[in-house]
């Protein structure tokens, strides 16, 4: 018995002192999860259910509308589009008007090839968020430090793929119907089918299963000739042709960069920027059809990165290979075509 005891407890010690070392050799992962699960529980905790919203005389009716809009949403996307059913999008978390995530991206300076951080589970990740902001713009500064190219953008929404319960974040109400519709059923689409270490592929098909499924809910809700889904239409026009214009654009440089690997970086520096301006100026020339001021003009202060033309290359790549696939085998039946995915590609 005595033997037995000091087995254990050898066996204890050693699984301590095990325990302690992953924990030194993982440090900066550990401390990321544990501030990312904090900032995650702080969200979750402070919100609350949508009925309560739905309920009090102080909510303003017009977004009751959308909150609404999202339950319909929810439930198109269970019942007609066979996405997983969670606990998601049932609450609501009032950000006060406020960004609350910020998210890290970075890229070689002369190449199309993102930096990635690996985590347990999920696999190598181009991309790094935070809810503090400070935090998010040390990391950008000391990626930039390592002469990389740098972007940081606040996500409309993200999935944590069914680990907690995703509420609806109160920015999201100022979408258009269409935009919401389409913002919903990309997040949920995460929580059905997430391919370990493809990151470029989650994206883009969350992409096109929130674009396609977006286009069926308002026609099944507002119908074919409505405001809503005309207005969609329009707007998803306009940004397809933004997204091809930046997708050549990134194949552009993704030449330049092949055909001058060898080149001093002075010249790599000038004939990047060179042709990114070209990209950029070239924006003009879309036949857009939203009143707005030239497209151009958004980088009039500081041009788009590597990391820029990246994270389009993330979103949209690939819409031409799920499109073919979705017209051809399966004739345009999205849900069919899902659950030929999600029985495909097991869910982690």
Known sequence: ?????????????ALG????????????????GVM?????????WNARPVEEYLSSPHFPDSLKQKLELITRVRKYAIDSLGLKDTRNYKTLYDQQGREIM?????????????????????GAVPYKGFFDR???????????AENLDVNVRNPGGWSTLGWFTDPILSNMLRRSDGDLANLIIHEMSHATIFVKDSVDFNENLATFIGDRGAEKFLIAYYGPSSDEYLDYIREDHDYRLYTEHMLRGAGKLDSLYRAIESAPIE????????????????????????????????????LPNNAYFLNFMR??????????????????????????????????
């Open 134 to 144: 400070e935090k998010a713009l040390a990391l950008a500064r000391e990626l930039e």
């Open 36 to 44: 990312q699960a904090r900032g995650q529980l702080h969200i979750i």
């Open 17 to 32: 002192v095990l325990l302690i070392v992953l924990t030194l050799a993982y440090w900066e992962l550990v401390t990321y």
């Open 267 to 302: 010249k790599k520096k000038r004939l990047k920027e060179m042709m990114i301006r070209e990209i950029v100026e070239s924006l003009d020339t879309l036949s857009l059809h939203a009143d707005t001021p030239k497209p151009s003009l958004r980088f009039q202060e500081k």
């Open 1 to 13: 018995m005595r033997r037995f005891r000091s087995i254990v407890k050898r066996l204890f010690i």
């Open 315 to 348: 979103y949209q790549a690939k819409q031409d290979v799920f499109m073919e696939e979705y017209q051809n085998r399966f004739g345009g039946d999205l849900r069919a075509y899902i659950a030929h995915l999600a029985e495909k590609y097991p869910f982690l």
């Open 102 to 122: 910020w998210v890290v991206m970075a890229s070689e300076p002369y190449a199309l090839k993102a930096k990635e951080w690996t985590f347990p589970v999920i």
